[in-house]
């Protein structure tokens, strides 16, 4: 685990998007963050207080957490200068960058001078079990896409939060690195050693409460050839009492994959429902999630009726439109 | 690839069970090897000359093939003194033990001084890319199975074979220790990090003459919830145009997982297809692999053409009875 409160470095984020790691602990645990760090000409502003490194370790700041997306798979000297100062006053780092921290020799040095922890959380930290397939109590929802990112870890935590809300039992259990970051723990599976996939799902989601859910981020899709044996591990690791169809509506074609078309969401249905009741015989599709960004509001609500209507399931766009629909459901299975 | 032809090293094996990767060898590479080595007690034979080092060497062996399970998981003084003078004597060492050639201090010297390589197959030696779907030229066929150890590798080597005595165009394709063993080359993909499954089994099998078949031994199984999602990429990444289902008929629950049934073929079958068909729409089931080891002759026969009717498929055992009718269906898709 990631110890917290952070301070988000947004560094030198040519812009909002780049930012998105912060953006994310914002939006979903801004009490996870005492405020935000940045160099001149960022050109990213999450809203939170701009601190120097003194003023977050006053506010109480555990560990400094890269937000930001780095340029060219480089940390830049203008960085390095932040993040061995940081570690100098006894700030961890975390990081899900794909150049790692701990290849850094500066940081390294750094932080064994100072008996600092670099987390790069794009590198599993544990050695997990093969999976035994046995059932565990509890509930778990998955989200599972007809593409890659398709609104899955965004269902996901809008799920938690209204649960957390309504005082019932809940947790986001993150699959990625993102995830991994907002929260402070998690698994990175798209980095884990295939044999033990499914076995790092069962890790993540341990028998719990029987009126606890785990909300588990998705990975890929069925339908994606490049990530979907991830996918299906989730899917048997996960043993999921839930699945949450999610959609994005404007796709042309499968994400990086040109020659592939979408599935509808009756093929993800009825492809991935009899695929989790090999694990859990109980399963049930809940609902149906899809990102209407890209649609004006009276658009996106007749698509969402249409879709409800269609697969006789709840149907939200859960970041614009709330969660409350898809609770109901799991609520009600 | 590791360099043929091996001399192939029994050591003190038990039995002959723990020298099945050898008895691979033997079986279905024969001109691979030269002979075999035994040290006093060994309980194994493969039918192969015994010889020393020396002899071997004479012979024209290029590398020491440990083709035996050692016993606690440990590499004892009896076979390190061996495997050193092998190394010395300018011979390659090639292993698919879960401890590592790599990780033995006296091997990686003797290694280094004689500039000898350490092969250890069950840890990738290449960066696969991630996969991008693009359909390939040449055909492709896969084996899959209601469960693990269900005769996949078999099911394939002997399709290949046949291919071979036909005088056809054909390659099996490795993807596990004891195959690429056999074959010199492969992909040991239960190793492989997630996010590259389905692009080390598109870099395994590339373009190809187009009335060339690739084999491609199958892991897991869709039904095994430990490694499903390695069977998922081998489905996605292989873009098979055939299909051969495998069956071992006298489980009675799914090997290590005693809570869950084998699903029938008819379930295999239709799970798979569309999964499959993702990746190439011309995907067809082409035939059922039965392990007919348990059933006396007439009691196989029996169920192979029980089980053919049944399916309206081509059904043999291939290592018992020969996989010509598995080829005959390829050949006429």
Redesign the interface.
């Known amino acids: 685990m990631i110890q917290t409160p952070y301070l988000l470095f947004l560094g030198d984020a040519p812009d909002q998007l780049a930012a998105k790691v912060a953006q994310g602990i914002r939006d979903w645990r801004p009490e996870n963050a005492v405020g935000q760090f940045r160099l001149p000409g960022c050109g990213a502003d999450v809203g939170l207080t701009d601190m120097t490194l003194e003023q977050a370790k006053a506010a109480g700041a555990k560990t400094l957490v890269i937000g930001v997306a780095n340029r060219g798979g480089i940390i830049s000297a203008a960085w390095k200068e932040v993040l061995v100062r940081a570690l100098q006053m006894g700030f961890d780092l975390a990081s899900g960058l794909h150049n790692l921290l701990r290849d850094e020799d500066d940081l390294v040095a750094a932080a064994r001078v100072a008996g600092m922890t670099l987390h790069d959380v794009r590198i599993p930290s544990v050695a997990y079990p ?6 565990r109590t509890g509930k778990r929802c998955l989200a599972i896409g007809t593409d890659c990112s398709a609104g899955k870890m965004y269902t996901g935590l809008s799920m938690d939060a209204e649960m957390q809300a309504r005082g019932l039992k809940t947790t986001f259990r993150p699959t990625g690195q993102t995830g991994i970051l907002i929260t402070g723990g998690g698994v990175p ?7 033990f ?3 790092a799902v069962e890790y993540l989601t341990p028998d719990n409460d029987p009126d606890h859910w785990d909300h588990i981020e998705g990975q890929g899709s ?2 994606h ?9 989730l899917i ?2 996960g043993q999921p009492d839930a699945l949450i169809l999610c959609h994005e509506p404007t796709r042309t074609h ?1 994400r ?2 040109p ?2 078309a979408l599935p509808t969401l009756e093929a993800l249905r009825d ?1 991935a429902l ?2 989790a009741r ?2 859990n015989p109980a399963c049930q599709v809940a609902g149906v999630s899809i990102n209407t960004k890209a649609l004006g509001e009276d658009a996106a609500k007749t698509l969402l009726e249409d879709t409800s209507a269609r697969l006789g399931l709840p149907a939200t766009d859960p970041f614009r439109f709330g969660a409350a629909p898809l609770v109901d459901a799991l609520v009600a299975l």
């Not at 599976?189 to 044999?195: E, R, S, T, Y």
């Not at 050839?225 to 591990?233: D, E, I, K, L, P």
């Open positions: 093969i999976a035994n397939g046995i059932k599976l798209d980095a884990v050693i295939a044999d996939m499914a076995g069925l339908y050839v490049s990530y979907s044996g991830v996918t299906m591990a048997h690791g499968m990086g994959l020659g592939y492809t009899p695929l090999i694990a």
